[in-house]
């Protein structure tokens, strides 16, 4: 009986991970024959397994369906029932299910095998979730994020814009025209859309700048694929340049462009690329890559979890990270001002590309400040920073 359920719930799991994996506009062919492996090995193994290899197998699949299954749930309770998304509903009781199998199985056999064995599931049940399920549930949950609804433009001012990335992707947006005779391109971070950066836009606006905020691929109303971390966002930016350059009103020698979190990742990475960039500010910038992670901690502890997470996105997303931030940093010859706060991390991250730009480009860390969220904790501070900095470089 143990048996018949674990096979049928892999199967429901199996049958959403395919629709993940070619339906809702994407083709994820990787993720697909990894899915169908990892499935057809779990089922021909589960029946000759111990009980407690069994019980692991169960919950590491459980696991992994009922994250799965939860982010299609947020989704539809967030944005209203959605048929693309309804058989994340099964997925996520399959989920219950196979933990529940995992709980049953134990206690099925509770008093058999050794007392070394029973002593020893624990610890290695524990080293299990933090190198592998771990991992690999952090990198299903970030490649889900599921497009969230766009609202009306900050006001009359704005006309709503479509333009192809580099690549061909069209892409949504917002723009308004400058009226100081330089204009700002700016990039939201993972998991959000335009509407992360109203915030940055209407500061700059005040002061005159003319912005173009937009949804990056896979985000509120731009085609494409999801990326949190930004791969692929690169594309998005040359577009977003050269639709701004074919502008009338806009001088290609005053265009700069401000990024959040995983925008400014994306912003360290194309601008050394791109000198029609007069200027840059990333607001939260970090690691774009698993090789960026590498080049801030060395080898330590942290680092193969790590690399799993990484290379769980590359799978479920069919994309690649792409160059190492401190050697594009280095490349860098527009005005840069890098701002951190938040995290430790993210201000190491940040010393680390000040002392790869030699002097170029001007760090100001605010340690008490949230993740981005200084235009909102130091509002005066921040806007006389950023637009002062906008003013001088433009």
Known sequence: ????????????????????????????????????????????????????????????????????????????????????????????????????????????????????SRSAAVPLAVLASLFVLGPVILGIADSHKFRDS???????????????????????????????????????????????????????????????????????????????YGWGWTRDIEGALDFLAARPEVDRERIGALGLSTGADALLEIAAERPDLGAVVTDGAAAGSFEDWRRLRGTEIGLPPGWLMFKTIEVMTSSSPGRALEDQVARIDSPLLLISAGTEEEQQFNVLYEEASGGHAEHWSLPTAHHTAAIREVASAYERKVVGFFDQAL
């Open 1 to 116: 009986m143990t048996r018949l359920v674990f096979s049928a719930a892999t199967l429901v799991a199996l049958a959403h991970a395919l629709e993940d994996a070619f339906l809702h506009g994407t083709l994820h062919v990787v993720a697909a024959a990894i899915s169908v492996a990892a499935a057809v090995a779990a089922l021909a193994a589960f029946p000759r397994l111990r009980p407690g290899l069994r019980a692991a197998l169960a919950f590491g699949f459980g696991a992994l369906a009922v994250v799965n299954g939860a982010l299609h749930v947020r989704h539809m309770d967030a944005n209203g029932f959605d048929l693309g998304h309804a058989s994340g509903v099964l997925v996520l009781a399959a989920g219950v299910v196979l933990i529940g199998v995992a709980v049953w199985i134990p206690w099925q056999h509770r008093g058999e095998g050794s007392w070394k």
């Open 150 to 228: 766009i609202g009306a433009a900050p006001d009359a001012a704005y006309e709503t814009v479509r333009f192809p990335a580099a690549d061909g992707v069209e892409l949504a947006g917002w723009y308004r025209p400058t009226s100081n005779g330089s204009t700002v391109l700016l990039a939201h971070g993972g998991g959000s859309d335009r509407e992360g950066s109203v915030a940055h836009a209407r500061m700059l606006a005040r002061h005159g700048y003319g912005v173009l905020l937009y949804d990056a691929r896979g985000a509120g109303e731009s085609d494409g694929r999801q990326n949190s």
